[in-house]
């Protein structure tokens, strides 16, 4: 009675520590998704390898209705886009895309199905896939103001941090986006040890999907993220000696005059040009998410590199005697 008490007040939780977030919580990518949106900018020929420059125009207006970059950027290519985020420059990239490209490149990283992650409960985003037909039964079209706002993660846009892990790691590794796992192996329940020669169920080598992108257009992408690092929106995942590749991103969680703060979020592989590990960082409600999401996020490199780079311990007094 005592146990089921005390899980009754786990579920009552305002915080709801039993939700699993990683493959349930849906949340507005924000910025973050302006890497999957690259990756589809040239997949539909919005842009190419030698022609990514984008007006920044400190915004853009739509009708009566101005909606703004956080700076004035000019007309930057791909790369110092990424760096500094530019709303601007991926208001612009999505209107050549159209809401069709959006939703190719919603396709191609399989926002509108579950990753397959060997958990139970997994849910799916919602995406301008899924909300296109809602909208133009409703308003009579698909508006060109919900394609910059899918353009830069917000409005129509929620995903799981699941499914965005899995798209900045297929980017991070040249094209490759595999089906995450969480288990290595099964093993019988009474078994205590390991046998080499009954190995437990394993499973099949994945076979990844390959997302279309050149190596070109790879380390570009690759490269505005580095650069948000050392000198952008990601410094604070800065490391000397070990290059790291992050996208912030900052989500409105409805509406700001209701006084919910944004959610934070950050993106990132590494080492940036030969990546071996991918993390990802979002905390609920924080507000940037360079400022909180980013140090959580270097806690987890910096304990990685402890962890495969260990320091010899310092002696003891007695030893050094």
Known sequence: RARRKQTDEYWQDEERPLYNRAIQGRYPPGSTWKIPMSVGGFQSGAMTETSTAFACGGGILIGSKFTKCMGSHGAPTLIPAIARSCNGYYYRLGLKMEIEGIIDMIETFEYD???????PNEKIGQTPKS????????????????TVYASIGQDTVVVTPISLIRTISAVGNFGRMYVPHFLKEFRPIAATEHFEERPGFGFQKPEPKIIE?????QKMIAQGMADAVTGGTARVVNIPGFDVAAKTGTAQDGDPKAGRKDHAWIVTFAPAFSPEISVIGLIENVGFGGTHAGPAVKGVYEAYLAKKNPQPAEPTEVAKR
Do not use: C
């Open 131 to 146: 909300w296109r037909p809602i909208v133009e039964k409703r308003e009579g079209r698909w508006p060109d103001i919900r």
């Open 113 to 119: 199905r579950k990753t397959g992650i060997d958990l």
């Open 213 to 217: 992108m050149t190596a070109g257009q």
